[in-house]
């Protein structure tokens, strides 16, 4: 139970950092990206074959990170250039990843068993935890200058920051590019943890990443810029640990993960319209129920 736990707790930080930057476009920048399924694979597939070839695992992670850049650049720039529905353009980027990973790996599988990776030499977890902690940070800082609020403000109203001279257009690419390059680093890193990259393995990580962002609200809060990323990061954990929980009932299969995903989001995005319905409920009852006190009093004042 202990090692299914903490094995969950290392996925959760693996994953953390794709949390984030889902944070970035679906909270900051308002942007439905579906890129992250494709450039999630890129990292992978960037850090797999360089390292397969003999490179440090660290310029792999460089590497991979740059490649996300670039994915989630053209998904930008499709989008404010190009004039493409946002929605549309993080489709039509992903479905170009697929064919690009491919020429990226050459073959659907790299593996990585017995090559050097980031892991060899240190605890996963604590290595895990660094750079998650050094990520989290920086995109706290970035955010408090004048740039990062700028992007803050893209999302919260772009007609109005564009008034004051603000160009949305490089506020949303570099949002979209920053979001991807984390999810790129997130999947060299998965690639490195699991000692191979597979085409197919972005598949669903916009849902995950999603499930991660929504449950570290719901739980955690974000009031805050730094709140908002600390809840995208621990909502990537407890996302690991409940399903990890779900896998442990007997009729669930491993198979079931993507069922299990999909429940959790739904809940997740449920479960806070119906607690706002009941409180609304409970404040008119209320409020009813004062009014009606007030009419009985001035009732029985008028028949005195």
């Known amino acids: 139970m202990m090692d299914s736990m903490s094995g969950a707790v290392e996925l959760g930080l693996l994953y953390a950092l794709m949390a984030l930057g889902v944070y970035i476009t679906f909270r900051i920048l308002d942007f439905p990206d579906l890129t992250v399924d494709g450039s999630f694979t890129t990292g992978g597939a960037i850090a797999a074959i360089l390292i397969s070839h003999g490179y440090s695992p660290l310029l792999a992670c460089v590497a991979a990170f740059a490649g996300g850049l670039a994915a989630g650049a053209c998904t930008g720039l499709l989008h404010t250039k190009g004039k493409i ?36 030499s240190m605890s996963p977890i604590v290595v ?4 998650v902690i050094v990520f989290k940070l920086l995109l706290d800082a970035f955010l408090h200058t004048d740039l990062g609020l700028s992007l803050r403000a893209t999302g919260d109203n772009a007609r109005m920051i564009r ?3 603000a160009n949305t257009d490089k506020t949303t690419i570099l949002g979209v590019s920053l979001s991807n390059g984390l999810v790129a680093l997130s999947g060299a890193l998965i690639a490195q943890q ?7 393995m972005g598949i669903g990580m916009i849902v995950i990443g999603l499930a991660s962002v ?11 810029v730094f709140q908002a990323t600390l809840a995208a990061v621990l909502g990537s954990i407890v996302y690991r640990i409940v399903v990890a929980l779900a896998l442990r009932v007997e009729w669930l299969n491993a198979s079931d993960l993507k069922l299990i995903t999909a429940i959790i989001v739904i809940i997740a995005l449920v479960l806070p ?18 009014l009606i006190a007030l009419a009985v009093q001035l009732n029985k004042g008028g028949d005195r």
């Open 85 to 120: 529905n946002g929605l549309l353009s993080g489709i039509l980027m992903m479905i170009a990843l697929y064919s690009i990973n491919m020429r990226i790996m050459g073959k659907p599988n790299i593996s990585l068993l017995g090559a050097d990776t980031l892991f060899a």
């Open 128 to 131: 895990v935890l660094t750079i």
């Open 214 to 224: 929504i449950i570290g609200e719901a739980i955690f809060g974000a009031r805050t």
């Open 163 to 165: 008034s004051f001279g």
């Open 273 to 290: 319209s119906v607690q706002r319905a009941i409180k609304q409920k409970a404040t008119a009852k209320r409020r009813s129920a004062e």
């Open 194 to 200: 699991s000692g191979f990259a597979d085409i197919s």
